[in-house]
């Protein structure tokens, strides 16, 4: 099991960017996949972007492509959002989740991740 703390989260206006940090700690980091999720109120949980073991690969909701990206730096483990050009509609709790399986990809569904954070709040205002 690993343990996930998000942080980062806060009230930006559109058009502007926030960066959002997991840091994790327990198992082996650097050989699972991670992952961003969100979930607006009444809304269920969307995928926004996930990451490979490496950091070689990553693949994006096309809702946030172009705009957010993930990295990580498994020497810190550490995962990142680079948030940019802001919408109203990004406004959500985001969450950072760990694959279930080592070297697993790519894992998009919530299933696919047995450890989760316990969000942070982004809120973009018009």
């Known amino acids: 099991q690993v343990q996930l703390v998000e942080s980062g989260g806060g009230l930006v206006q559109a058009g502007g960017s926030l960066r959002l940090s997991c840091a994790a700690s327990g198992r082996t980091f650097s050989s699972y996949a991670m992952a961003w999720f969100r979930q607006a109120p009444g809304k269920e949980r969307e995928f926004v972007a996930v990451i490979d073991w490496s950091g070689s690969n990553t693949y994006y909701a096309d809702s946030v492509k172009g705009r957010f990206t993930i990295s990580r730096g498994n020497a810190e483990k550490t995962v990142y959002l680079e948030m940019h050009s802001l919408k109203p509609l990004d406004t959500a709790v985001y969450y950072c989740?760990?694959?279930?399986?080592?070297?697993?990809?790519?894992?998009?569904?919530?299933?696919?991740?047995?450890?989760w954070g316990q969000g942070t709040q982004v809120t973009v205002s018009s």
């Open positions: 989740a760990a694959d279930r399986i080592r070297y697993h990809w790519v894992p998009t569904g919530p299933g696919d991740f047995g450890s």
